[in-house]
């Protein structure tokens, strides 16, 4: 998606060597709306003859991407929770999930009632990197007995494993932009 690329181009920036990209400025910690909006209207263009039931992301990064997939599908989002709060008093599905950006362990969850069989899900996240979000989201899904129809990500460092992992489980994955490099001296080469 040229918008993204060019706007990651323009605004984000590389920091730990070429390992993290911050997008912090339009994607994921002041929002740019009108590119949220382009994002979910490419989404519902890639999967909109899916028959979505449930949109599906990780707390917090992903839920207001999801929030403006899930206007265009007019289907409800959910997101996984990463810690237990007295609000959570049903039966839940987990994931065990390791962070890429704090590098610690968590768990995920989603109460059974939110997920049922016969669901078709579509995941949603801000990044793609070694895979570990998307997997424990695919877990949960499967774990509910509901189906996963793909995963739409906005960023996919295509140099980290998780695009070539999670596809190599059948799952379809569309990325809107896929890096193929990055470094502070060249800046993104998308690929
Ligand atoms: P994964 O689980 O695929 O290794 O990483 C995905 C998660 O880590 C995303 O939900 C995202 O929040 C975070 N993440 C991974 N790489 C980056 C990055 O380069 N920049 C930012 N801002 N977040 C990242």
């Known amino acids: 998606m040229k918008l993204l690329e060019d706007r990651i181009r323009k605004d ?3 920091r730990n060597g070429g390992a993290v990209l911050k997008v912090g400025s339009f994607l994921n910690h002041q929002i ?6 382009e994002i979910g209207k490419e989404f519902f263009r890639l999967f909109g003859d899916e028959g979505v039931t449930k949109i599906l992301t990780i ?38 999930v390791e ?12 109460e059974k009632e939110f997920l049922q069989p016969g669901d078709r899900v579509l995941l949603i996240d801000d990044f793609l990197a070694n895979g570990a979000a998307l997997n424990g989201l695919i877990q949960i899904v499967r774990e509910a ?14 140099f980290q494993p998780g695009g070539e992992i999670i596809r ?24």
Request: hydrophobic share 40%; proline share 1%.
């Open 12 to 14: 984000g920036k590389i």
């Open 59 to 96: 707390e917090a990064s992903g839920i207001g991407i999801a929030c403006i997939t899930g206007q265009y599908f007019d289907v409800p989002v959910i997101f996984a929770k990463k810690s237990k709060t007295k609000n959570i008093d049903g039966d839940v599905c987990t994931a065990k």
């Open 168 to 191: 190599g489980q059948g799952v379809r994955v569309e990325s809107l932009a896929r890096i193929k490099s990055m470094s502070e001296e060249d800046g993104v080469v998308f690929c």
């Open 32 to 37: 740019d709306v009108k590119l949220y909006n």
């Open 145 to 158: 007995g509901a189906a996963v129809v793909g995963a739409g990500i906005c960023v996919e460092k295509a």
């Open 99 to 110: 962070s890429f950006t704090h590098g610690t362990v968590y768990t995920i969850m989603v």
